[in-house]
């Protein structure tokens, strides 16, 4: 019945009256839960208008607010991109930068969100494409700051972000299987090139006693992903990373065995003898 374009106009009239909005929020928020409202969205401008909100925002609840309708519309390829060309990315980068040495509960909450929604906005192609501007994007090179950090969050949302860059769905048939393998492979042979493999190594290593499974399964799976082009396989394997990878063989953790044993295969793959 038209209801989403007009509450988006209705946004970007009054955004200045604050109880308007917050009404205006709460409807998007469970508009954005259904598949069918999130293709209406991307026909409108509330990309832009909620990254414009966004800013203007100091206090913690009220950006809860925006987030919490943020994160659904992400989950829309098309919505991805557009929150990108609209500025979010410089605005979660931002806020990484605020909340990163806060010990304060909500800081941390904050932090985790928006480096979350960050790695979202990369699983969409053209949005992650944009982002990685053939490796010298700035975008590209902060995830790739947070690699070495003594954040945990910030360190798995770095590797995440690592895995996604190096990814774009394609199927490959094998053993009457099909599997999805992601990854493209310009980015995947940049970064091993520029050193990412080693990076990954080094966050890996530090997780070998501690048991952070979540760390562990995301460079995992970044260097499965990285491992994916043929021209990389032998990099990686001169780098030592087989031996870097069998360290996890006495996790107990599934998710870290299964994703363990999928980047040595991938890294043997088409290497003959």
Do not use: Y
């Not at 259904?34 to 401008?45: P, W």
């Not at 980068?93 to 969100?113: F, H, P």
């Not at 091993?192 to 990954?200: A, Q």
């Amino acid at each position: 019945m038209g209801v989403i374009p007009t509450l988006v106009k209705l946004l970007g009239i009054h955004c200045q009256n604050a109880a308007l909005t917050e009404m205006c929020l709460v409807a998007f928020g469970n508009l954005a839960e259904l598949e069918s409202s999130k293709e209406q969205f991307a026909s409108t401008n509330i990309a832009e208008e909620l990254v414009k909100l966004f800013k203007k925002q100091i206090e913690h609840d009220k950006r809860e607010m925006v987030f919490e309708v943020l994160a659904p519309l992400a989950e829309n390829d098309a919505i991805k991109l557009q929150l990108v060309e609209a500025g979010l990315v410089e605005c979660l980068l931002e806020i990484v930068q605020q909340k990163v040495d806060s010990d304060k509960e909500e800081d941390i909450a904050e932090l985790k969100t928006a480096s979350d929604l960050m790695v979202l906005l990369l699983l969409g192609d053209e949005s992650m494409q944009k982002l990685f501007e053939g490796g010298k994007g700035n975008v590209f090179q902060k995830v790739l700051s947070w690699i070495p950090s003594n954040n945990h969050q910030l360190q798995l949302a770095g590797a995440l972000a690592i895995a996604n860059f190096a990814r774009n769905e394609r199927f490959v048939k094998r053993e009457k299987s099909i599997f999805c393998c992601c990854c493209s492979d310009g980015n995947c042979i940049h970064m091993v090139d520029n050193g990412i493999v080693e990076k990954l190594m080094d966050l890996l290593d530090r997780h070998v006693e501690d048991g952070n499974v979540t760390v562990q399964h995301a460079a995992l799976s970044a260097l499965r992903n990285l491992a994916i082009p043929v021209v990389n396989k032998a990099k990686m394997l001169s780098a030592g990373v087989t031996e870097a990878v069998l360290k996890f063989l006495k996790s107990e953790m599934p998710p870290v065995q299964f994703k363990l044993l999928g980047t040595l295969r991938m890294l043997i793959d088409a290497q003959g003898k």
